[in-house]
């Protein structure tokens, strides 16, 4: 049987260097996991009256329904996010939003979940993680305790090409998605 992750990325710039982990990240699953990022970029902001069954001159878009079952179809979810003024960046919140509704069909109920987090500070992304566990908590996602990826000054730890630039960085990274995948295997089915 082989399970399928979700990979989010909390940045829309092609390039960015949380599109650059993700990509990585990518490479690092082992066999029976099919692990591939979903695209939030072109998803709407997100707005009740779509899913108001008495604003009906507001249909819910095409792109809500199509995340959703993505999301649904998943066995895990991967979030890779940069830190946006100390939160995780707006269109990643949207995409948590989308998913969240409607109250009676949450898409992200019960999912297993891992983060990884960087800045180009010395932080790692430790306030847009921590944000991002809260947000999620509410959905019951289980999810690892440690370790916890902040990747500190990511623009010297990966370079232009993809690859990450410190081997330590890059074990410790395939060690935790050794461990996520585990997690992912033990609520699969």
């Known amino acids: 049987m082989t399970m399928k992750i979700s990979v989010l990325v909390g940045s829309l710039r092609g390039k960015s260097f949380a599109r650059r982990i993700a990509n ?8 029976g996991i099919d692990a591939s990022i979903v695209e ?11 899913d108001d069954p008495e604003v009906p001159e507001k249909p ?13 179809a998943s066995d895990g979810i991967l979030f890779v996010t940069p830190e946006n ?3 995780i960046p707006a269109c990643l919140k949207n995409a948590v939003d989308i998913g969240s509704k409607p109250n009676n069909d949450v898409a992200w109920t019960g999912i297993p979940v891992g983060i990884i987090s960087h800045s180009v ?19 019951d996602m289980p999810t690892l ?37 585990d997690l992912v295997a033990e609520h699969a089915g």
């Open 24 to 31: 990585q990240t990518l490479t690092m699953f082992p066999e």
């Open 40 to 50: 939030i970029r072109d998803l709407p902001l997100y707005d009740f009256d779509y």
């Open 60 to 72: 819910t878009p095409e792109e809500y329904r199509k995340f959703r079952e993505t999301i649904k």
């Open 85 to 87: 003024n100390r939160c």
């Open 121 to 139: 500070g010395r932080m790692g992304g430790y306030s847009s993680q921590k944000n991002l566990r809260l947000a999620l908590s509410y959905f």
């Open 145 to 181: 305790g440690q370790p916890e990826v902040f990747i500190n000054q990511s623009h010297d730890r990966i370079d232009d090409e993809g690859n990450f630039t410190d081997p330590k960085t890059k074990e410790f990274i395939e060690k935790y998605i050794a461990r996520f995948a």
